[in-house]
């Protein structure tokens, strides 16, 4: 039985519609997520009641964190945008409604190890790295300029990890390399290799960020793992961001080239 894992919503609602559709279309039922479901975009309530309903679990991202506790290490534009996402959840009219949401962020955990549904061997899934399970970023590049990093993380790591946090999908591997979906195959899937350590990046779904301005997600089999692209209409989430004033302008522009 095939998982989909989605990563990095941030508040685009109009994306994750566009992903669970085509989750439902290939009839995969489970789904799992890897977190930061709020934050930047001008949905965050809805997105939040998506993921609540359809996802298996979800983890805690570092912008779930901030409208829980406090912004760490944004940047202005960042940072303004997560206490205008804590204001819609404050705003919510329905108290029963409004405390299950806090609920619901309050209990994402920030890493789990599972073992996946007719896969033989335990996946580890975190927001972030292995290492630092809601902040750390895993660039591409540090397969090249930082070596002991890419080592230390994979000490943490047995078989498998899905992470997202970079908004950059793509495998790494141990040796230590990196594989953009573009270079697995017109297919784009990930075959698994007996005794091998891989750390998956599934990209994003709200904002991606490799120049590719369709929504990515990851569908988890028993042997391998596929990169998806999915068509959405940015236009319609730039539009609502547009409106909002505590939202740059510039998270609005950013959806259209993939940035």
Known sequence: MPTAVISDIHGNAEALKRVLEDINKRKIDRIICLGDIVGYGPEPLECVDLVRRQCQWSLMGNHDFAVLYEPTNFNAGAESAAFWTRDQFDRESDAKLRADRYDFLGRLRVRIVEQLPDMN?????????????????????????????MEAIFDRVTTIAVCGHTHVPGVFTSEPDFYPPDELGTDYRYHFRPNEKAILNVGSVGQPRDQDPRACYVILHPDHAQYVRV?????????????????????????????
């Open 231 to 259: 068509e959405y209409d940015p236009g319609i989430t730039a539009g609502k961001i547009k409106l909002i004033p505590q939202l740059p302008v510039w998270l609005a522009d950013r959806l259209f080239e993939g940035r």
């Open 121 to 149: 061997m335990p996946i580890l899934a975190v927001h972030g790295s292995p290492r630092r399970p809601i902040n750390e970023y895993i660039f591409p590049d540090d397969v090249n300029n930082a070596p002991d990093k």
